[in-house]
Protein backbone atom coordinates (compact mmCIF):
# COMPACT_ATOMS: atom_id res chain seq x y z
CA UNK A 1 0.00 0.00 0.00
CA UNK A 2 1.32 3.49 -0.84
CA UNK A 3 0.16 6.46 1.47
CA UNK A 4 1.34 9.64 2.02
CA UNK A 5 2.66 10.65 5.21
CA UNK A 6 -0.62 12.44 5.99
CA UNK A 7 -2.69 9.26 4.76
CA UNK A 8 -0.84 6.99 7.25
CA UNK A 9 -1.15 9.50 10.26
CA UNK A 10 -4.95 9.40 9.43
CA UNK A 11 -4.88 5.87 9.52
CA UNK A 12 -2.85 5.57 12.51
CA UNK A 13 -5.32 8.26 14.61
CA UNK A 14 -8.18 6.32 13.20
CA UNK A 15 -7.87 3.24 15.11
CA UNK A 16 -7.65 5.74 18.57
CA UNK A 17 -11.20 6.97 17.07
CA UNK A 18 -13.50 7.17 20.06
CA UNK A 19 -10.78 5.31 22.44
CA UNK A 20 -8.50 6.53 25.25
CA UNK A 21 -5.50 6.67 23.85
CA UNK A 22 -3.74 5.88 27.41
CA UNK A 23 -6.28 3.15 28.21
CA UNK A 24 -4.82 1.34 24.50
CA UNK A 25 -1.01 2.42 25.26
CA UNK A 26 -1.60 0.28 28.89
CA UNK A 27 -3.34 -2.41 27.26
CA UNK A 28 -0.41 -2.56 24.39
CA UNK A 29 1.70 -5.05 25.96
CA UNK A 30 -0.79 -7.78 27.53
CA UNK A 31 -2.47 -7.80 24.05
CA UNK A 32 0.78 -8.58 22.31
CA UNK A 33 1.49 -11.62 25.10
CA UNK A 34 -1.62 -12.48 24.17
CA UNK A 35 -1.04 -12.45 20.26
CA UNK A 36 2.35 -14.48 20.34
CA UNK A 37 1.83 -16.58 23.17
CA UNK A 38 2.74 -20.26 21.71
CA UNK A 39 3.94 -19.19 18.96
CA UNK A 40 7.74 -20.80 17.37
CA UNK A 41 10.50 -17.95 17.78
CA UNK A 42 11.31 -19.33 14.30
CA UNK A 43 7.27 -18.52 12.94
CA UNK A 44 7.58 -15.16 14.81
CA UNK A 45 11.12 -14.36 12.61
CA UNK A 46 10.07 -15.18 9.34
CA UNK A 47 9.32 -12.04 7.02
CA UNK A 48 6.12 -12.47 5.11
CA UNK A 49 8.00 -11.10 1.95
CA UNK A 50 11.07 -10.20 1.77
CA UNK A 51 10.68 -6.03 1.86
CA UNK A 52 8.58 -6.69 5.49
CA UNK A 53 9.13 -6.91 8.88
CA UNK A 54 8.86 -9.97 11.02
CA UNK A 55 6.90 -9.94 14.13
CA UNK A 56 9.80 -9.82 15.77
CA UNK A 57 11.40 -7.27 13.97
CA UNK A 58 8.08 -5.14 14.43
CA UNK A 59 7.74 -5.65 18.30
CA UNK A 60 11.97 -4.94 18.88
CA UNK A 61 11.24 -1.32 16.88
CA UNK A 62 8.05 -1.02 19.47
CA UNK A 63 10.00 -1.73 22.22
CA UNK A 64 12.75 0.91 20.68
CA UNK A 65 9.91 3.45 20.32
Known amino acids: MQET ?3 YTQRV ?3 LEGKKP ?4 AATPRQIARLV ?3 SKKKLSQRPAPD ?3 VTEVLAHLADS
Open 37 to 39: KGV
Open 5 to 7: PQQ
Open 13 to 15: LGY
Open 22 to 25: MEIL
Open 52 to 54: TWS
